[in-house]
């Protein structure tokens, strides 16, 4: 192809890459039930894909510090979809698709939308997070999404106070808490953390990025807030 041709392309490539075109797709399919209806009238779908979108460009350039499209994970779509036949849980994700329990918003007691973006900052986590090719500590990787909904302003009110806990890879809160103190040590921490969980993963990152163990950080952690 000529030189103009070659130009114009890679100018196109390059404008794909970093606009890092992702699409998010909101879907209600329990509008018949009361917790879809709340969903509807209390947070609606396009407040819901506004949030998957702010969350996910909090994730890429805050939290996880991927400026650059192609530090972040390859993914085309952010999927929800509001379901009925959830229980047991508020939400999950697996494969790119977010779905949320409409019981778990139709019993929720309180501000049900701020809820909803909180858990949507969670869940969209954990469609960018590496998961160590799904070797990781499993509670390492719910404390990182609860990290991501901590720092965006969203932790909620029952949360645990930093400090409290028995184990560092309790999970969820608990490990949120304590990974925000390793990022107080150095920030940026849960950034480095969650690139080198690419390709697998090991205890052995914790002493790789801040030169003490993982056991050790936890003594320090609670001996720092006396708990
Ligand atoms: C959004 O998802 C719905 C249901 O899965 C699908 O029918 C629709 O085509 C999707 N829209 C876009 C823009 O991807
Ligand atoms: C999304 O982010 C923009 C810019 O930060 C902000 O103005 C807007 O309120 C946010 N919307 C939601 C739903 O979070
Ligand atoms: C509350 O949760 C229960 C159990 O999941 C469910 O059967 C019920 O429909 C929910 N209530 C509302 C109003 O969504
Ligand atoms: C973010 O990553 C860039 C390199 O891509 C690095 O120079 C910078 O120090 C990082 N920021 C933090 C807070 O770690």
Not at 39 to 56: E, K
Not at 129 to 140: E, K, P, V, Y
Request: aromatic content about 12%; some cysteine; overall charge negative.
């Amino acid at each position: 192809m000529d030189l103009r041709v070659a130009a114009a392309v890679s100018l196109l490539l390059a404008l794909a890459t970093t606009t890092g075109a992702v699409t998010f797709n909101a879907t209600n399919t329990a509008t018949g039930t009361i917790g879809g209806l709340r969903f509807d009238v209390a947070v609606g779908l396009d407040y819901a894909n506004l949030v998957l979108s702010n969350a996910s460009a909090f994730i890429w350039s805050s939290a996880f510090n991927q400026t650059r499209p192609a530090d972040r994970k390859p993914v085309d779509a952010v999927t929800l979809v509001v379901a009925a036949d959830v229980s047991g849980a508020a939400a999950f994700t697996a494969a790119d698709v977010i779905t949320l329990s409409a019981p778990y918003v139709g019993n929720y007691s309180g501000d049900v939308r701020t809820e909803v973006t909180g858990v949507l900052f969670h869940e969209t986590t954990h469609v960018w997070q590496w998961d160590g090719q799904g070797h990781a500590n499993g509670g390492l990787v719910e404390g990182v999404a609860d990290f991501v909904r901590l720092k965006a302003g969203y932790a909620p009110a029952h949360w645990v106070k930093p400090g409290q806990g028995d184990r560092w890879d309790q999970g969820y809160d608990v490990t949120a808490r304590f990974l925000d103190y390793c990022d107080s040590l150095k920030p940026g921490f849960v950034a480095l953390l969650n690139a080198k969980m690419e390709d697998g993963y090991t205890d052995d990152f914790f002493a790789g990025i801040l030169g003490k163990g993982v056991q050790q950080l936890w003594q320090d952690y609670k001996a720092n807030y006396d708990a």
